[in-house]
């Protein structure tokens, strides 16, 4: 199940979220070509001890770690388990 | 016939290059730029050899750094003369999806593609298993499977090699968009070219083709202005194109099992990470690595300094004494050997750095230190950079390319030439010893072992706080980039890391080397020609100014006497009204100068302008030298405190090395740099011995 769109930066560890878009059309290149596809199942692993960057875990396969200024140009539904 | 591998970074790729080539390989550089390029042979099954090209690790055809930009360079242009006539593309199974993106841009832009499907095995211990004849039959090119780490599958890879560099099949998915149509069209009539793809391309990023000059480029702005074509919206819905051709392809021939996470590395990241734990470890790792590197590289160090001066003596012994010998003996192999020396030292820090990157722990210290140093300007990428900058400047310049945003890589580079590099740990070890008492704080901490941590200290904060003012300076609106992988913790490939030394030393060995070599020349002929005739009559001069001096003594007095009046003398009196508010006599001025071109000449020059005979460069002759000399005018010790603090303050901030000025110059692509680096460095450096010297003396 899923619910109205937001960003990446918003959620906490532990939480997963689908991605749906992107705000930064330069930006979005880079990130699918990382992973971040639309319809892709992130997961939050942690944030870096200052809060920045954060590592998430995509697909269930692998670890990308990436700053919050980035992950706030991901858009994402947050899915309800 | 020419294949080239292609792939994601850790995708297995330089595994299977070793296997396919064996030990039949080369490293060059890709024409105009410092991209290693890897070259080997690989003999097919029917006897036939083709050429193997290793290019760099990639996740798709749009670079952000030189490495990538070669890929780029060489697949969009059919007459480069690395244009493979098939490329063999990686795929680490494991996350398919990812890597398969390079695969589908490189096939389309008609080059005929391989798909080498490797790490099943991993892959499998994580659930996913691949239907490869299934995903072949999609795809329509070749699809093999490989475990390039253990040489599985590489004969049946070399089977459908063969196979297909005669059916030359493409994996083509782009369809062109009816509002792209008209200027890619333009772009085929003007450039002659038949693939749509490569024509987006063109129009996509031509800016960044190094094949095209000016005028080209003008045309391809031309024609997208016209048809009103945008480049990043095209790649946004080009990449995303390719992610629904991928998702449907891999919805068939993938079964995922039950999904899991890596815990074992989740496990060990929650305490690497940690925020306290976090830090504390990775000082612990970098005390371990530091205090190794300077522990075991002091035997080797010694044996080659011994060496070269037991070669130079015997080359002194059986060569006739001319003016070429001692070229050879005082310039040449004085200077190389200067270079040599460091080998052990670069050779063990780039080991410690090499393996905390293989085990994929350097990742971690990108996100534990990113933070940290991002208000200095620099990114957590940095890390790489400043640490190599402890052994040379050279090879940590380059070692920056891997920061995606323009910004923080020029400040890095910037700012990486002010950690303290090995060749100026001669120069601390022998003015500390001159002027730092051997006792030790509270008994365990030596005086002059802080002293030299102190420097290095001074270094790395001075670097930081430059890294603050360029950013403050700066301010530049471009959006940072610094999105990267994690990889899984492993234990190192020892091959890899061997490579990786061997690079780097190489890098320093010839950058430096080079350098050097000319410079030792040049200083040579410096200091052994004068202006007049005095330097002939030195011996005659000097006897008849000194009646009472004989053997040694005599030997040495003539050569000051020589040195004083030689080019490089009158250039030290020159220079001295500039550096005597620094506490320097126009003696220290000469080995200024000479150390110019390479700070690690310091020390070389100063034994021989106090003249030391025989072996050159053993420190407790020319420290005992130092101690005794006596300025002329008040009687009192040169090497004083106040001098010899200036004196190890200016090289911490000297910017004195044209190895490094060069490899600014080529990594930033013009002069602008470099000059802002030595010239913000050398007031650093001139105001900071300045303030040392007189509130010391």
Redesign the interface.
């Known amino acids: 199940m899923s619910k109205a769109t937001s960003i990446l930066s918003e959620f906490s560890p532990g939480e997963s979220v689908l991605v749906d878009g992107f705000k930064d059309e330069e930006l979005s290149l880079k990130l699918m070509e990382m992973g971040f596809v639309p319809g892709t199942v992130v997961k939050i692993d942690r944030e870096a001890p200052f809060g920045c960057p954060v590592c998430v875990t995509i697909g269930g396969d692998y670890q990308v770690s990436l700053r919050k200024s980035e992950a706030a140009t991901v858009l994402v539904k947050s899915i309800i388990v | 016939m020419k294949v080239a591998l292609i792939g994601n970074p850790n995708s297995g790729k330089t595994s299977l290059f070793n296997q396919l080539t064996g030990l039949r390989q080369k490293v060059g550089n890709f024409p105009g730029v410092t991209v290693d390029k890897k070259i080997g042979i690989a003999k097919l099954n029917s006897g036939e050899k083709v050429e193997v090209i290793d290019f760099p690790g990639t ?2 055809i ?1 670079p ?1 750094s030189i490495d990538e930009q070669v890929v780029l360079d060489v697949l969009s242009n059919p007459k480069n003369l690395d244009y493979p006539d098939l490329a063999i593309v990686v795929v680490d199974a ?2 398919l ?2 890597n398969m ?1 390079l695969f589908e841009q490189v096939s389309n832009l008609g080059i005929p593609t391989v798909l080498a499907l490797n790490m099943l095995d991993t892959a499998l211990d ?1 659930g996913t298993a691949v239907d490869t004849l299934k995903l072949e039959a999609h795809l329509k090119v070749p699809v093999v499977e490989i475990n390039a780490r253990e040489g599985i599958g590489v004969n049946g890879l070399k089977l459908r090699l063969e196979q297909a560099l005669v059916e030359r099949n493409v994996h083509e998915n782009v369809e062109i968009e009816e509002k792209d149509a008209a200027a890619i069209l333009a772009v085929k009539e003007a450039f002659n070219l038949d693939n749509n793809y490569l024509a987006s391309q063109y129009l996509a990023q031509g800016d960044k083709f190094s094949f095209l000059d000016e005028s080209e480029k003008e045309i391809i702005k031309g024609i997208a202005q016209l048809h009103g074509f945008s480049p ?2 095209f ?2 819905a080009e ?2 194109g390719h ?1 629904q051709d991928i ?1 449907a392809a891999l919805k068939e021939v993938v079964h995922v099992g039950t ?4 815990t074992r ?2 496990k060990m ?2 305490i690497l ?3 306290v734990w ?2 504390v470890i990775f000082f612990g790792i970098l005390f371990m690595v530091f205090n190794a590197v300077f522990a075991l590289s002091e035997y080797p160090m010694d044996w080659i300094d011994g060496g070269i001066a037991d070669l130079n003596n015997w080359l002194k012994a059986v060569l006739p004494d001319s003016k070429l010998t001692s070229l050879l003996t005082d310039g040449v192999i004085a200077g190389v050997g200067g270079v040599i020396m460091f080998i052990p030292q670069i050779a063990l820090l780039f080991a410690g750095i090499a393996i905390l990157e293989e085990s994929g722990y350097m ?1 971690r210290v ?3 230190m ?3 140093i991002r208000r200095f300007g620099l990114s ?1 990428k940095s890390v790489v950079p400043l640490m190599s900058g402890i052994g040379c400047a050279v090879p940590a310049v380059m070692s920056a390319r891997t920061i ?1 945003s323009w910004q923080e890589r020029l400040v890095t580079i910037m700012v990486t030439p002010l950690m303290s590099c090995a060749a100026r740990l001669p120069i601390y070890t022998i003015l500390i010893a001159l002027v730092v008492p051997n006792t030790s704080l509270f008994g365990v901490f030596g005086l002059q072992g802080l002293t030299l941590m102190g420097l290095y200290l001074l270094g790395f904060l001075s670097a930081l706080m430059a890294g603050y003012v360029m950013k403050k300076i700066m301010k530049s609106e471009k ?8 990889p ?1 913790y492993k234990a190192p490939r020892w091959g890899q890391v061997f490579y990786t030394i061997y690079e780097k030393v190489k890098t320093f060995v010839f950058e430096a080397g080079k350098v050097i070599l000319a410079i030792s020349i040049v200083l040579w002929v410096l200091a052994s020609y004068g202006p007049g005739d005095k330097i002939e009559q030195a011996p005659e001069i000097v006897a008849a100014a000194n009646p009472a001096l004989e053997g040694t003594d005599l030997e040495n007095a003539v050569s000051s006497f020589q040195l004083e009046n030689s080019y490089a003398g009158y250039f030290g009196k020159a220079i001295e009204p500039a550096i005597k508010p620094l506490g320097y006599d126009w003696k220290i001025g000469i080995a200024l100068i000479t150390s110019f071109a390479a700070r690690e000449v310091f020390v070389g020059t100063m034994s021989t302008i106090y003249s030391i005979g025989g072996d050159s460069a053993d420190d407790n002759t020319i420290k005992a030298r130092l101690r005794r000399e006596v300025n002329p005018e008040t009687g009192e010790a040169v090497f004083n405190t106040a001098t010899s603090f200036s004196l190890l303050i200016f090289y911490v901030f000297a910017m004195m090395c044209m190895s490094t000025i060069a490899v600014v110059y080529r990594e930033t692509k013009g002069w602008k740099w470099p000059m802002i680096q030595l010239g913000y460095m050398s007031v650093l450096a001139y105001v900071s011995a300045f303030i040392v010297y007189q509130i010391l003396k």
């Open positions: 996740y798709s749009y952000t494991s996350n999806k990812r993106l994580a990043s919206a790649q946004a990449t995303l992610f998702s999904v899991r996470v890596t590395t989740n990241d929650a990470l940690h925020k976090g830090y990742a990108v996100v534990l990113d933070k940290l957590g995606g959006r940072s980039f610094f999105v990267m992988e994690l899984t």
